[in-house]
């Protein structure tokens, strides 16, 4: 398996950690364009240069690919900056901790908060009411974790 090893500042892996930055940024260099070039399967990001077996200074998403892009950041005294732009998520395309719902799951509470049942929005949305019910216990329990900010409401908790 190829990975792509990204060691971090504290400051950087937190906020991936927390789900906060899904992009790690790698100026454009021929350095970065070479070792991009490569496939990979996994992306490691780690914090500093932790030992093969410190995992909780670890995180490791599957290879998503990267972008070219400019980037305007206090880190670099805020002058434009040509980067290479590294996908950090899942298989779904989600952050470990992604702090936003889907259009669809979206559309489900609105038509729950409308007095509908999951039949009823099984329904008008094609879905079976056993996956509209899963949506809204997955939908509950994430906001009584605090994971959506703000929480989507009104919602019976």
């Known amino acids: 398996m190829r990975r792509l090893i990204l060691p971090v500042k504290r400051e950087w892996f937190e906020e991936i ?13 021929a350095y970065w364009a070479k070792r991009l070039s490569k496939d990979y ?18 995180l490791a998403f599957p290879w998503r ?4 892009t400019t980037v305007v950041h206090a880190e670099w005294n805020n002058v434009p900056q040509h980067v290479f732009a590294i996908r950090l998520s899942n298989a779904s395309g989600k952050t470990a ?30 879905l079976s009411a ?10 509950r329990k994430k906001v009584k974790a605090g994971h959506f900010q703000p929480p989507p409401l009104p919602i019976d908790l």
């Open 130 to 139: 056993s996956v509209v019910k899963a949506q809204l216990t997955w939908i």
């Open 17 to 29: 950690k927390a789900g906060n930055k899904s992009w790690e940024y790698r100026l454009q260099t």
């Open 65 to 68: 690919g990267y972008k070219e």
């Open 97 to 126: 901790k992604d702090k936003t719902i889907t259009d669809k799951q979206a559309r489900i509470l609105t038509l729950h908060d409308q007095g509908l049942t999951p039949v009823q929005i099984g329904e008008e949305l094609v």
């Open 41 to 58: 399967d996994q992306v490691i990001v780690t914090l500093g240069y932790p030992m093969r077996t410190d995992v909780d200074r670890r």
